[in-house]
């Protein structure tokens, strides 16, 4: 039976009926990386660092025996001898594989059309999809890969625009064009090119301006979200793409250093020199709130909250924040007396030239916060952005006493307690009494249910319900507020609605594409929609807009990890956080599964003294994993751990 490695989009080993077989990970990596190699060989040495970086040489050789060992037991099953080796040698059986790897010299033996329809279809979908790898020699290597493969595509549309194209291979030229921008959007010679075949520099600009805008996913998953509530219970399925989006829906996101150029923010959490201390309370929620609202911005990039909190109590380091995290702007804001009223002076600092771009003072009466809170987001985005001062966030009517209850509420979420979740309810019912559609608080109202199932642990649907239906209000009353979608995901995520729940967190990232905490939920969610790939990527997202993140960002990545079988990797995010005991289990599952019993046995034993009842096949029946392989693969380390 032959067999294909696929490499575009999902790395699998397919079989000669098309199917995919199972296969370890590792060992397709293994395999991609030895078919470009010149004699299709590598040495252990060398594999071993590919795959595992500069770690520990004894251990990661270790390691790559027993991935070894798989493969070559898979390959007993499967009937077939891919992978074989002499002495300290690894070597590929070409002649048993083939593959979709692209390869120097083959350009010059097709024809140019299909040569370009080949390469159109392979990258639509990104290069080693669902792979993660921290290893900096995989890290150059698959850079090196997409480079070649952008000059592969640059040298075949160059090749066949310099024929005369039937109505069909225009179609493709075109395609193959957009596909060239996207990779070299700033290239010179690339934009040249695409004048001649677009034949017209004003549809190269439409261009520019349609790669610029978010992806179709907030339309699609509006709409979507819309069918639902309409009734609709058909089985999930893809959304449909529209005409406008068709070129672009398979494609890669932005390069890092795409992301880069835009100018980065911080809001410090205000300094409070006030006789007031329930002052500093709500300027503080102010400006959060603030912060939040302009995650929404495609063409600005925010420190979140959790973040700017931190840093903004350490004064000594945060030039080196600053430097490190490529800020640009800063908010430093401080509370104040002038003689009866209290106010909040705000002033923004372009960091790059310490230099004051703007500075106000704002009264703190509550009936004036709603009117403040406007004017520093608008005045703000006027001198960072003149796109954001266009957005009709800007132009949001509050109501100035539900935005008060709003923010006197929403201090109590910092710290989640039954009692608090209580607080926040009633602020957030007292909000609502006086704007039914404050959406804000809607969203908030939802999370309190939410969390108070998880708080409680037993089990009652009548609280996700719950908050199923106030999430649902929120979407309804704004369908561009990103929290609404948010606090649905996160309800139907907890009810086992997996594909839902996904559904949702697209679209709130989408809404909000900055928003640390937003990101940070969406990838807890493909971690139990068993998308562990998915979920890392966006967890690493998050932490780059909020490094000093709370402990569930680096909990999120560790339960990434282990699903992927990167178990030191696992126990590196866990030893992040600030409290590493909250992750005992898993950091127990982890160590059992690199073979070190005595360290799993270390947690097992903590675990067990504040939970003497815990049952492991009881607690796997509660936590929503959507794919049987990933409850097993958690079952496997808690046994071997000693649970």
Not at 375 to 386: F, G, N, P, Y
Request: with cysteine.
């Amino acid at each position: 039976m032959a067999f294909v490695l696929k490499t575009f989009g999902r790395l699998q080993l397919i079989d000669g009926e098309g199917n995919a077989v199972a296969f370890p990970e590792k060992g397709l990596l293994l395999l991609a990386y030895l078919f470009t190699t010149d004699q299709a060989s590598a040495d252990r040495t060398t594999v071993a660092r590919f795959l595992w970086g500069e770690a520990d040489r004894d251990v990661a050789l270790s390691t790559l025996r027993k991935v070894i060992s798989r493969v070559k037991s898979r390959q007993d099953d499967l009937g077939v001898n891919i992978l074989s080796s002499q002495g300290n040698m690894l070597i590929l059986d070409r002649a048993a594989l083939s593959s979709d790897i692209l390869l120097a010299g083959e350009e010059d033996e097709v024809e140019p059309f299909s040569r370009l329809g080949q390469l159109v279809a392979l990258m639509n979908q990104p290069f080693l999809e669902p792979v993660h790898n921290h290893s900096r020699q995989f890290q150059r290597w698959l850079a090196e890969r997409e480079n070649f493969h952008n000059e592969l595509l640059a040298n075949s549309v160059r090749a066949a625009s310099q024929l005369t194209p039937s109505p069909k291979e225009s179609e493709l030229l075109r395609k193959a064009a957009v596909i060239l921008f996207r990779t070299e959007p700033k290239d010179p010679e690339t934009l040249q090119l695409l004048i001649r075949i677009f034949k017209a520099e004003g549809e190269v600009e439409s261009l520019r301006s349609y790669f610029e805008q978010r992806r179709n996913s907030t339309a699609r998953g509006i709409a979507a979200r819309r069918e639902s509530s309409e009734g609709d219970a058909r089985s999930p399925r893809p959304p449909s793409v529209s005409s406008t989006a068709k070129l672009e829906a398979a494609l890669p996101l932005e390069p890092e250093d795409m992301r880069i150029a835009v100018p980065r923010l911080v809001l410090l959490p205000p300094k409070n020199q006030s006789v007031r201390p329930q002052a500093g309370f709500l300027a503080a929620s102010l400006v959060e709130d603030i912060t939040i609202g302009f995650c929404v911005f495609n063409s600005l990039e925010v420190i979140a909250p959790y973040s700017a909190v931190q840093i903004g109590h350490q004064v000594e380091t945060q030039k080196v924040f600053f430097e490190r995290h490529r800020v640009n702007y800063i908010l430093d804001t401080r509370i104040s007396n002038i003689g009866d009223e209290v106010t909040l002076f705000a002033q923004l600092i372009f960091f790059d030239q310490n230099q004051i771009v703007w500075a106000e003072r704002f009264s703190l009466d509550r009936m004036d916060l709603a009117r403040d809170r406007r004017v520093v987001a608008r005045q703000i985005a006027l001198s960072v952005s003149s796109e954001i001062e266009r957005h009709e966030a800007l132009r949001e009517d509050l109501n100035p006493v539900a935005y008060h209850r709003y923010l006197v509420g929403r201090r109590h979420l910092a710290r989640l307690t039954l009692p608090n979740l209580r607080r926040v309810r009633k602020e957030m019912k007292a909000a609502l009494s006086v704007s039914p559609d404050f959406t804000p608080a809607l969203s908030s109202m939802a999370r309190t249910y939410s969390k108070e199932w998880l708080l409680t642990a037993r089990g009652d649907i009548d609280l996700l319900q719950l908050a199923e239906t106030f999430a649902k209000q929120a979407t309804g009353t704004r369908s561009d507020f990103a929290d609404g979608y948010r606090e649905l995901g996160v309800a139907k995520l907890l009810q086992g609605a997996f594909d839902e729940s996904a559904e949702a967190m697209e679209v709130a990232e989408s809404l909000a594409p900055h928003y640390a905490d937003v990101i940070a939920d969406y990838a807890d969610t493909l971690v139990h929609c068993s998308l562990p790939a998915m979920a890392l990527r966006k967890i690493e997202r998050a932490i780059e807009l909020n490094p000093l993140g709370p402990d569930t960002y680096f909990w999120t990545a560790a339960g990434a990890n282990y699903a992927l079988g990167e178990f030191e990797a696992s126990l590196d995010y866990i030893g992040q956080m600030a409290d590493p005991n909250l992750a005992d289990r898993l950091s127990a599952a982890s160590w059992a599964m690199l073979g070190h019993q005595d360290k799993a046995r270390i947690f097992v034993r903590r675990f067990r003294e504040g939970n003497p009842d815990f049952d492991v096949d009881k607690w796997l029946s509660a936590v929503p994993s959507k794919e049987q392989w990933h409850k097993d693969l958690y079952r496997e380390g808690l046994k071997k751990a000693g649970f």
